[in-house]
């Protein structure tokens, strides 16, 4: 049964540092890997998808990096902006070709001006 | 903006009633999933339907049913609602089943259950 962790569970930083966000997987077997905003209270909106034949996938300040064998992924915002502050998702689809997304936790931000 | 929309935005409900929470997908997304989301936890999968019919559920009772028509509208139904039922329920789309498939995420609604 595949498994998705984010540490930390939250994290503070001043505006204008650059954010690392951590997501692991214990089944290798992915398709993809997406990751998501989450506004408080809002749905999730889509930032990157990343295929399991990719190693990263950039847009505009953010940047997710993905290594398969090692079961981990890793989301980079660069120059953070008090705008950035939300809950940030990752998820991979459960095994198999069909699209049920396991999910981790979350990692809260704040950015503070 | 995503063209997923759901409805209602909020909804407050007493224990053993039964509630109905709608969503429209994008137009040709043939696959409409559900998940739960308590506070401050990753959302949880229910279950998903392709063209109509049921294609795969998560860990839910099944008080939790839900219907997909043809026009790309779906429905969550939860009877017998318990306090633990109180969430944001999210549905998403994507245009096939694939797990390859990007999925697009409603705003969601958020079920309060006294």
Redesign the interface.
């Known amino acids: 049964k595949q498994e998705?962790t984010q540490i930390p569970a939250a994290l503070s930083v001043p505006e204008g540092e650059n954010l690392v966000l951590n997501c692991s997987f214990t089944d290798s077997a992915i398709?993809?890997l997406?990751w998501?905003r989450q506004d408080p209270?809002?749905?999730?909106?889509?930032l990157l998808?990343i295929?399991s034949s990719q190693r990263e996938q950039t847009s505009g300040r953010l940047n997710a990096s993905l290594d398969k064998s090692s079961g981990r992924s890793t989301l980079y915002i660069a120059a953070s902006q008090p705008g950035d502050s939300a809950t940030y998702?990752c998820?991979v689809?459960?095994g198999?070709?069909?699209?049920?997304?396991?999910?981790?936790?979350?990692t809260q931000v704040v950015v503070t001006p | 903006e995503t063209g997923v929309t759901q409805s209602p935005t909020h909804l407050i409900k007493t224990r053993g009633q039964q509630v109905t929470l709608r969503c429209s997908s994008q137009s040709g997304h043939n696959t409409v999933s559900w998940y739960q989301q308590a506070l401050g936890q990753g959302p949880q999968f229910i279950f998903q339907y392709y063209r109509e019919e049921e294609n795969g559920r998560g860990n839910f009772p099944p008080r939790f049913s839900g219907l997909q028509f043809p026009n790309y509208s779906s429905e969550l139904n939860v009877n017998a609602l318990e306090l633990d039922d109180s969430a944001l329920y999210l549905c998403a789309s994507s245009p096939g089943r694939s797990g390859g498939d990007e999925q697009y995420f409603g705003p969601g609604t958020r079920l309060t259950v006294t």
């Open positions: 998705v398709y993809n997406q998501f209270g809002k749905g999730l909106t889509s998808l295929q998702l998820a689809p459960e198999g070709s069909w699209g049920k997304l396991q999910f981790g936790a979350g």
